[in-house]
């Protein structure tokens, strides 16, 4: 994380879960929660990274590693995109946008290093160049003024979800029908962090993850590296894979589970009284073999409680417990009902 960034948010009353680089509040977690359900708010994504890809043969080699078809992705157009080992598995997920002659990944943070440093071993001898963009911040904004606060700090509004437009050196991606995300220089930032707080709420980290949550967003991130195939998480139904498109790391498994019909595991919606986390497992009274579950992402509810994504086997989604079969229960509902 930037350290001017990192200075000038513990300026604004950030308040930093240890030495972690997300942020645990602006002072008020439980009222920043609430906001998040009911109000606008603006969140600094500090949990997330950005990579730069540059070169001629840039989107031919993201083309040639990613789920998603990045040749007939558009300018000022994203989509969602995984990476994959050898065994399906995704590495990592990202949100991929085309802005001018290069391409932007947005990733979890505590990815970067390593998806960078893995993704550079592939290039050989491409025409391209990757890495970190340290240089740029990413805020979320989401609510019903999330429109009226980008328009106050003088950025566009995207009309649609996943289109992107830059405007004063900055470049606005719609995530979905409720939020945006902002990419923005470092030095820019804290004016621009002034300008949106006429309109939003400052809030932390886990108002983020629980939008996250409710928008049935699948961030791959540390704890679940590797845990998964695409379509355990739904991926493919929101658009980040293509069947249509030549290889790619782990495609021919990919491809084998979507056409033989063999995905057992999907995407729930968790909620439960016990705190949940990431990487956490899922067991049945039901399933004497093995955990029946892993939880993607978590956060804290703004009702009470603790709400989740998680990959869960589906014959055995209606009876589940955390941590072990006699851990506290949890209730999953499906976010595609299959």
């Known amino acids: 994380m930037n350290p001017n960034w990192r200075s000038f948010l513990e300026s604004a009353e950030a308040a930093f879960s240890g030495d972690s680089a997300e942020i645990h509040s602006f002072g008020d977690a439980a009222g920043e929660l609430?906001?998040?359900?009911?109000?606008?708010?603006?969140?600094?994504?500090?949990?997330?990274?950005?990579?730069?890809?540059?070169?001629?043969?840039?989107?031919?080699?993201?083309?040639?590693?990613?789920?998603?078809?990045?040749?007939?992705?558009?300018?000022?157009?994203?989509?969602?995109?995984?990476?994959?080992?050898?065994?399906?598995?995704?590495?990592?997920?990202?949100?991929?946008?085309?802005?001018?002659?290069?391409?932007?990944?947005?990733?979890?943070?505590?990815?970067?290093?390593?998806?960078?440093?893995?993704?550079?071993?592939?290039?050989?001898?491409?025409?391209?160049?990757?890495?970190?963009?340290?240089?740029?911040?990413?805020?979320?904004?989401?609510?019903?003024?999330?429109?009226?606060?980008?328009?106050?700090?003088?950025?566009?509004?995207?009309?649609?979800?996943?289109?992107?437009?830059?405007?004063?050196?900055?470049?606005?991606?719609?995530?979905?029908?409720?939020?945006?995300?902002?990419?923005?220089?470092?030095?820019?930032?804290?004016?621009?962090?002034?300008?949106?707080?006429?309109?939003?709420?400052?809030?932390?980290?886990?108002?983020w993850r629980w939008l996250d949550v409710r928008a049935a967003f699948p961030l791959v991130t540390l704890a679940t590296k590797e845990e998964f195939v695409p379509q355990m998480a739904d991926f493919e139904k929101i658009g980040g894979v293509s069947f249509h498109k030549g290889c790619y790391p782990g495609q021919e498994v990919v491809s084998r589970t979507q056409y033989l019909g063999k995905v057992k595991r999907h995407l729930y919606r968790l909620s439960g009284n016990a705190p949940l986390q990431a990487g956490d497992e899922l067991f049945s009274p039901d399933n004497h073999d093995q955990a029946s579950g892993k939880v993607m992402s978590a956060a804290p509810a703004p009702d009470g409680g603790f709400a989740a994504l998680a990959v869960i086997q589906s014959n055995f989604a209606a009876n589940l417990r955390l941590g072990s079969r006699e851990g506290p229960p949890v209730e999953a509902v499906a976010v595609n009902p299959v």
């Open 34 to 207: 609430q906001a998040a359900a009911r109000q606008t708010v603006v969140v600094p994504l500090t949990h997330l990274a950005l990579i730069e890809a540059v070169g001629e043969e840039a989107k031919s080699f993201l083309h040639n590693q990613f789920t998603s078809d990045v040749n007939h992705l558009q300018n000022g157009q994203a989509q969602h995109a995984g990476w994959c080992s050898a065994k399906g598995r995704m590495q990592a997920s990202f949100v991929l946008w085309h802005e001018g002659g290069s391409y932007r990944l947005a990733l979890a943070a505590d990815l970067l290093e390593a998806t960078l440093k893995r993704l550079q071993m592939f290039i050989l001898r491409a025409k391209v160049k990757l890495a970190a963009q340290n240089d740029h911040v990413l805020l979320g904004l989401s609510g019903a003024q999330a429109g009226e606060a980008l328009a106050n700090a003088g950025l566009p509004v995207p009309a649609a979800p996943m289109d992107i437009i830059a405007g004063n050196d900055c470049t606005v991606l719609r995530l979905d029908a409720e939020r945006c995300i902002v990419a923005a220089p470092v030095a820019a930032a804290p004016g621009l962090w002034q300008k949106l707080t006429v309109k939003a709420r400052p809030a932390g980290t886990p108002a």
